[in-house]
C-alpha cells in the first residue's frame, strides 16, 4: 500500500508542477508591474526622504496610506476578474462624464509624473555611467527613447518578464542594505512623531506629497485592471478571483514591506547628519542615493546598487509610460463609441499616438518647466492626493454596479475600510486645502 501511495505522489510530480501553481503562474505578472510601478516614484524618493527629514516620524502616516488606499486599489483587478473588462469600461457604463473626468485627470497628470520619473531615471542613468559631458536633461531624453522603444515595439511578455527580473533584483539589494544598517548604525533619535510633522505648514505639504504616491495614485488603479486583461490575452487562461487578487497582494504586500524599508535606509543614514538633500538635482540627488546604499552595504556594491537603483526608476518609467498610453488610448475610444456595451478594438496607431504625446510632453516639461527635483515630484504628488476621494468614490461605485456579480463583490470587512478610507483622504484633502488658503 505505501509502495502504491508513493507511486501515485512521484506520478504527480513535484509541488510546483501542480495544476494550481501552473495555473497561478499563468496569472501572475500584473502585480510585480504594479509594484514596480510604485517602488520607483514613492519609495527610492519620497520614502527615502521622510526617513532623511523625520527619521521614523512619518511611518505610520506611510502604512496608513497603504491600508487606506487598498481598496480602491484592489477594486480595479475585482472588476475585471468579475466581468472581464478593465475599469474603465466600468467607468463609460456610469454615463460618458465619468470617462470625461478620468481623461481630464489623466492628462492633467500624466505629464507631470512622467517627468518627474524621467527626471530621476536620466540622473541614475547619468550617474552610472558617469558621463558629465551631457546635460541632465540630456539623459532623460535618451532615457524617454529608450523606454518608446521597449514599450512601442516590444511584447507585454518582454516588459512582463524584465519587470520580474528587475523587481527581483532591487528586493535582494534593498533587504541586503537594511539588515547592514540595522545591525551596524545606531538607530535615529530625537525625531517628531507624526502629529508634530503634520502640524507645520511645511509638514503637511511634505505628508500630503508623501501620501499622494503611497503607493501610488488611486487614479492609476485602472492600470493593474488593463494590464490583468493583457495577461489573460496572452496566457488564454481566465484566472479565479482568488487568483488575480493573489497576483494584486503579493505585489501590493512588495511595495509596503519596501515602502519601509526605504524609510529606514534614510532615516539610518541620513536623519541628523546635516546633509541637505532639499533642493539636489536629479543627478544630485541619484548620488545621494548611491552614497547611501554603498555606505551601508559597503563600498564595493556601489556598482551593484546604481544598476539596481537605474534599473528600478527605468523600470518604473516603463510602467507609467506603457499605464497611462493604455488608459488614455481605451478612454478615447470609449468616448468615441455611442453604445454603452461597444467594445472598440484597441489600434497601434492611436497607442504610438498617445506614447508620442505623453513623451513628448514630458520631457518639454523637463526641458524648460524644472528647476530642481523636489519642485516637480511635490507637484505630482500633491496632485495626485488633491484627485484622491474622487478616484476612490467611483471606483466604490463601480465594483458595486449590477454587472459585477454577487460573489465578487468585495467582503464586509473589505467595505468597511473602504469607507474609512475615503474619510481618511477626504479628511486629509480638507486640511490641506484649507492650510493652502490661510
Not at 4 to 15: H, L, Q
Not at 354 to 361: A, Q
Request: hydrophobic share 50%.
Amino acid at each position: 500500500m505505501l509502495e502504491t501511495v508513493n507511486k501515485s505522489e512521484k506520478a504527480r510530480g513535484p509541488w510546483w508542477q501542480s495544476a494550481k501553481v501552473q495555473q497561478f503562474l499563468k496569472t501572475f505578472g500584473p502585480g510585480i508591474m504594479f509594484a514596480g510601478t510604485c517602488i520607483g516614484g514613492s519609495h527610492l524618493v519620497q520614502s527615502t526622504k521622510a526617513g532623511a527629514y523625520y527619521g521614523f516620524g512619518l511611518l505610520a502616516i506611510i502604512l496608513l496610506a497603504n491600508l487606506f488606499k487598498y481598496p480602491f486599489l484592489e477594486f480595479a483587478s475585482r472588476y475585471t476578474n468579475a466581468t472581464g473588462d478593465s475599469i474603465i469600461e466600468g467607468y463609460r457604463r456610469q454615463g460618458k462624464w465619468t470617462l470625461w473626468l478620468y481623461l481630464a485627470i489623466t492628462l492633467v497628470s500624466m505629464f507631470i509624473v512622467t517627468a518627474a520619473i524621467g527626471t530621476v531615471t536620466g540622473g541614475l542613468a547619468k550617474n552610472l555611467l558617469g558621463i558629465d559631458a551631457l546635460p541632465g536633461y540630456a539623459w532623460t531624453g535618451m532615457s524617454f527613447l529608450v523606454v518608446f522603444g521597449l514599450v512601442a515595439y516590444g511584447k507585454f511578455g518582454v516588459l512582463d518578464k524584465s519587470l520580474k527580473v528587475i523587481g527581483l533584483l532591487l528586493v535582494v539589494t534593498v533587504c541586503t542594505a537594511v539588515a547592514m544598517v540595522v545591525m551596524n548604525k545606531p538607530a535615529p533619535t530625537g525625531y517628531p512623531n507624526s502629529l508634530e510633522v503634520i502640524s507645520t505648514p511645511a509638514g503637511l505639504a511634505f505628508t500630503i506629497a508623501l501620501m499622494g504616491w503611497m503607493p501610488i495614485g488611486i487614479d492609476m488603479s485602472a492600470w493593474h485592471s488593463l494590464w490583468t486583461q493583457e495577461r489573460i490575452k496572452q496566457t488564454g487562461y481566465h484566472p479565479t478571483l482568488k487568483e488575480t487578487l493573489l497576483d494584486f497582494n503579493i505585489g501590493y504586500g512588495i511595495t509596503v514591506v519596501l515602502a519601509v524599508f526605504f524609510t529606514v535606509l534614510g532615516a539610518y543614514t541620513i536623519y541628523g547628519t546635516g546633509v541637505d538633500i532639499q533642493g539636489l538635482s536629479a543627478v544630485g540627488y541619484a548620488g545621494m542615493l548611491v552614497d547611501m546604499f554603498a555606505g551601508a552595504v559597503g563600498e564595493w556594491s556601489r556598482w551593484v546598487i546604481a544598476i539596481a537603483a537605474f534599473a528600478t526608476m527605468f523600470g518604473t518609467c516603463i510602467t507609467l509610460v506603457d499605464g497611462y498610453t493604455r488608459s488614455v488610448e481605451r478612454t478615447v475610444a470609449l468616448l468615441k463609441s455611442d453604445e454603452v456595451e461597444e467594445k472598440p478594438v484597441s489600434k497601434k496607431g492611436n497607442y504610438l499616438m498617445w506614447m508620442l504625446v505623453l513623451i513628448g510632453g514630458s520631457f518639454i516639461i523637463c526641458l524648460f518647466f524644472v528647476t530642481n527635483l523636489g519642485q516637480i515630484m511635490n507637484l505630482a504628488t500633491g496632485l495626485s492626493f488633491l484627485i484622491a476621494p474622487l478616484a476612490a468614490f467611483l471606483n466604490f461605485k463601480i465594483v458595486y454596479s449590477p454587472e459585477v456579480k454577487e460573489e465578487f463583490r468585495p467582503s464586509k470587512g473589505l467595505k468597511g475600510l473602504a469607507f474609512a478610507g475615503m474619510a481618511f483622504l477626504t479628511v486629509f484633502t480638507g486640511i490641506y486645502l484649507w492650510q493652502l488658503m490661510l
